[in-house]
């Protein structure tokens, strides 16, 4: 047996659902990430990238093209998100990745990126069944992990309260789709991103009342 067709291979049943080998790593990988990105480690990329990889092998499995294209999206954007935060790192005196609320510009490009690339991408989802069975929940999904991961590349606040509005479609998707353990795995972030926000919204208050207090 290959290494794919393990990863593809039935880990356990539960409640009638079967989880797949694939899906449990992979999303059990994007835990760890997303715990890493809460305490402001760079180790978050590498395993954003690892994830990706695993969960790719997921989607296939499950049919689900659009997910596949989401989670080779978030390969590139965690290569990119590594260097982002890596070249912050050297910037900074203390080595730490400084976080901070988005200004308004940059909140108005995010909505309307968003928006834009969800309607684009549902209609080519619609277009191309083949692709996605769901096609705007998985282009709403699919471009919101892409906004928010570039929001945390970015070192924004704002990352998290993108986090909030995927999980909200995609709990219910995975379930329905089969991936039983990405559905329960979307409800844990659900907590990790309510904690890992009230962490950098104080961080970001800090840091605008410390550079407020600093001399000109």
């Given at each position: 047996m290959s290494a794919f067709d393990w990863l593809n291979s039935e880990a356990f049943t539960a409640f009638g659902q079967e989880v797949i080998w694939s899906d449990m790593v992979g999303n059990t990988i994007g835990l760890i990430a997303l715990a890493l990105g809460w305490r402001r480690s760079i180790?978050?990329?590498?395993?954003?990238?690892?994830?990706?990889?695993?969960?790719?092998?997921?989607y296939a499995s499950a049919q689900l093209s659009g997910g596949v294209g989401k989670q080779l999206l978030v390969i590139g954007v965690a290569l990119w998100g590594w260097r982002q935060?890596?070249?912050?790192?050297?910037?900074?005196?203390?080595?730490?990745i400084a976080v901070r609320f988005a200004t308004w510009r940059e909140r108005g490009l995010l909505l309307t990126g968003t928006a834009a690339g969800t309607l684009a991408v549902?209609?080519?989802?619609?277009?191309?069944?083949?692709?996605?069975?769901?096609?705007?929940?998985?282009?709403?999904?699919?471009?919101?992990?892409?906004?928010?991961?570039?929001?945390?590349?970015?070192?924004?606040?704002?990352?998290?309260?993108?986090?909030?509005?995927v999980d909200i479609v995609g709990v219910p998707l995975a379930f329905?789709?089969?991936?039983?353990?990405?559905?329960?795995?979307?409800?844990?972030?659900?907590?990790?991103?309510l904690w890992g926000m009230r962490d950098w919204w104080q961080r970001s208050r800090a840091t605008a009342a410390a550079l407020e207090g600093a001399p000109a």
């Open positions: 180790w978050t990329w590498p395993a954003q990238f690892l994830s990706g990889l695993i969960l790719v092998g997921a935060w890596n070249r912050g790192r050297q910037q900074a005196q203390d080595g730490s549902g209609l080519l989802f619609t277009a191309v069944p083949t692709l996605s069975w769901n096609p705007w929940p998985d282009a709403y999904i699919f471009v919101g992990t892409l906004a928010a991961m570039v929001a945390q590349a970015r070192g924004l606040v704002e990352f998290w309260f993108a986090w909030l509005l329905s789709s089969g991936l039983a353990f990405s559905g329960l795995v979307y409800v844990i972030y659900l907590a990790l991103v």
